[in-house]
């Protein structure tokens, strides 16, 4: 039977909590060749020197964390919040509640809460990516996670966060609860490369607050098996000209059960919203796509966008976008195609010479790509060089 | 001699191309399939560009699908040879590699495939510089700033031809199809193509230095004005039902429209029969 809604709904405490005793290691050199080559999946420059921060936790255990840019502040959320104390009082638990659910619930209870904070500085710019990453280790156990993320005043960084976890790892949950505030005119590229394993549950609870004039781009990868992910941020766009992006890219294999989406509410004028997914469903693997924009401001644009293809009987895409408008000076609108691989294109390719195989990885590669054209080249390029080892290992 | 039996007699020295046998085609399976194409026969030798005319619905682009093995077109009788060599039953990538190319009618637009990753599959089993090649034609074609676009989405019907010429060249096959080249397309458009595709066609060489071969299908003829053309037929519910000398054959079309021209050709056929009998 294909996967249903109640699948998702877990008990948390049924998940031990997560080593907090493991090493904390000097260098990421120390990491053994086989992590390395895992984390470098994920999109981890694990040499580090062009990065300017890095951030891997190994289940509730912070192994490394390194700050190597004067625009960036780069640490765990403990140390962060002992350093501002400011941090507790208006960022944490502010933009994702504690009482959301169940598990924000939990990691709200979890007392040694692991986690990144990542803050660019007012008027600082910062060209190389902050990396993170999130590694599970122990089976049955889960990973509790707050990130705080803050762009102060005019600021502008591009985080890559990647995912992953033992190879064999039996059922373990991650909770991930991440508060981003994009201050005025500030602008974060973030961008998440999920490579998880077949037994775990994965449910991050995300959200953004835009002032005026700021921006979030996000992008959103998964391309290997998963057991449930469920994961729809939202965004409230409360400044005037604020804008977000999300591109999401999914290959559901095997049995995963991916549902996924995000969500605007584009409060303030001349706000905009672009979500654009590209979902691929094979074996007997399960994706829902969902988007949500909701147009309240004067002058707000949104567009979703939506494009699935099945490759099996036993395979499902569920496209649900929905648009909200409470305002006669909103313009949103959407587009949603699901349909099999066009033989005809295949056709085509062979027609310049590649094989049915080849013409069809041409084809599926080709489908899973993101449009760059709006980010800043050199994020584009990275980004991309992310997404092709990605792709290339899959 | 005089000089037109030399020229055929070289001819006849020239390797076979395309040679198609009574040929039946049908499409659709079960209780609808229906014959498309009935008992054709068509031979091309290396160096002879032919010309098909005929109205819609005749089996033009069928004949095409047919000879690329396109699936869905069932041969139910009959053969086609290219090279000497038996294709009915190979994949569309195998004959491709054998020397046939095709520009097609309508190409499909493909999200995420760029034309530019057309262009090197184009060249992939070719060793010469992949990147100045695609340039130099690129520009002449005048389809630099598509390289880096998904092929054929949003091209209007000039571009998605240049794009598929500039394509065919790269991949450099011994044997043309050309379906419909110059429909929808401006007459700018068609003078540009026409001469690329004349030049590649080797019709500015004399007869016997030709090599490549090639069909040309056309019910509006435009790009005849522009390349040279060795023999035309005229194809009619499924068979060729009239060949002739290319000039003559519009001549007659464009005066009279495909019916009167096919009723000529079969009483002309019908005298040659008494004749033959």
Redesign the interface.
């Known amino acids: 039977m294909k996967g249903t809604k109640n699948e998702l709904d877990l008990d948390p405490s049924e998940f031990t909590e997560g080593d907090d005793c493991q090493p904390e290691i000097k260098s990421l050199n120390e990491l053994s060749p086989e992590m390395k080559e895992e984390l470098r999946r994920v999109g981890l420059m694990v040499e580090a020197e062009q990065s300017a921060g890095t951030y891997l936790q190994q289940d509730q255990s912070v192994s490394f964390c390194q700050e190597r840019s004067a625009n960036v502040e780069v640490m765990p959320i403990q140390a962060a919040l002992d350093k501002h104390e400011w941090l507790g009082r208006e960022y944490s638990w502010n933009v994702v509640p504690r009482d959301l659910d169940q598990y924000t619930e939990d990691a709200a209870k979890v007392e040694k809460v692991q986690g990144y904070f990542i803050r660019s500085l007012a008027g600082h710019i910062e060209k190389a990516p902050v990396q993170t990453c999130l590694y599970m280790r122990g089976g049955g156990s889960k990973q509790v996670v707050h990130n705080i993320i803050i762009a102060e005043e005019g600021s502008e960084m591009n985080i890559v966060t990647g995912c992953a976890a033992q190879h064999g790892i039996s059922r373990a949950l991650h909770e991930g609860i991440s508060e981003f505030y994009v201050k005025k005119n500030a602008k974060i590229t973030f961008t998440m490369i999920h490579e998880w394993e077949e037994g775990i549950e994965v449910r991050p609870r995300s959200a953004i607050y835009l002032e005026e004039g700021a921006q979030f781009i996000n992008n959103y990868v998964i391309l290997k098996p998963v057991k449930a992910i469920q994961s729809n941020p939202i965004a409230y766009l409360k400044g005037d000209n604020s804008r977000v992006l999300f591109q999401t890219m999914v290959f559901g294999k095997e049995k995963s059960y991916i549902d996924v989406g995000s969500r605007a509410i584009l409060d303030g004028r001349n706000t905009s919203a672009e979500m654009i997914t590209r979902a691929i469903a094979t074996d007997a693997s399960t994706i829902i796509a969902r988007g949500l924009i909701t147009g309240n401001g004067d002058n707000a644009k949104g567009h979703l966008e939506c494009r699935g293809m099945i490759l099996s009987n036993d395979a499902r895409i569920d496209s649900i976008p929905e648009l909200d408008a409470s305002n006669t000076e909103v313009d949103i609108t959407h587009e949603a195609a699901v349909g099999k691989i066009a033989q005809e294109e295949i056709q085509y390719l062979q027609a310049r010479g590649a094989t049915e195989d080849e013409a069809t990885s041409m084809i599926i590669n080709g489908f899973l790509s993101f449009d760059f054209s709006e980010l800043p080249p050199e994020i584009a390029k990275e980004t991309q060089r992310i997404i092709d080892i990605t792709m290339d290992a899959s | 001699m005089i000089p037109e039996a030399i020229e055929a007699t070289k001819l006849k020295e020239k390797q076979t191309m395309l040679h198609i046998e009574n040929l039946t085609v049908s499409v659709g399976n079960g209780g609808s399939r229906k014959a498309i194409l009935k008992d054709l026969n068509l031979h091309i030798s290396e160096g002879e560009v032919h010309v098909l005319f005929g109205p819609n619905g005749s089996g033009k682009s069928t004949l095409v699908s047919a000879i690329?093995g396109?699936?869905g077109y069932n041969v139910e009788r009959g053969t086609i040879k290219f090279k000497g060599q038996d294709i009915t039953g190979m994949?569309?990538?195998e004959r491709?590699?054998m020397g046939i190319?095709?520009v097609?009618q309508y190409?499909?637009a493909?999200?995420?495939?760029k034309l530019n990753?057309?262009a090197n599959?184009?060249l992939?089993?070719k060793s010469h510089e992949v990147a100045t090649e695609t340039r130099s034609l690129a520009s002449r074609l005048n389809v630099d700033q598509f390289l880096q676009r998904?092929v054929n989405l949003g091209f209007s019907g000039g571009e998605k031809k240049r794009s598929e010429v500039m394509?065919i060249m790269l991949?450099d096959p011994d044997f043309l199809l050309l379906d419909e080249p110059d429909s929808g397309v401006d007459v700018e458009n068609v003078q540009l193509l026409g001469n690329e595709l004349s030049e590649f066609l080797q019709r500015e060489e004399i007869p016997n230095k030709r090599r490549k071969a090639g069909l040309i299908i056309t019910h509006l003829g435009f790009m005849l004005n522009y390349i040279d053309t060795d023999r035309a037929h005229v194809m009619c519910e499924g068979n060729l039902l009239c060949s002739g000398k290319p000039k003559e054959i519009l001549d007659a079309i464009l005066e009279n429209g495909f019916d009167k021209c096919v009723k000529t050709c079969l009483v002309n056929t019908q005298e040659q029969e008494v004749e033959q009998s």
């Not at chain 2, 493909?110 to 495939?113: A, V």
């Open positions: 690329l396109l699936p994949s569309i990538d491709v590699n190319g095709v097609f190409p499909p493909i999200r995420g495939i990753d057309i599959l184009a992939k089993r998904d394509q991949q």
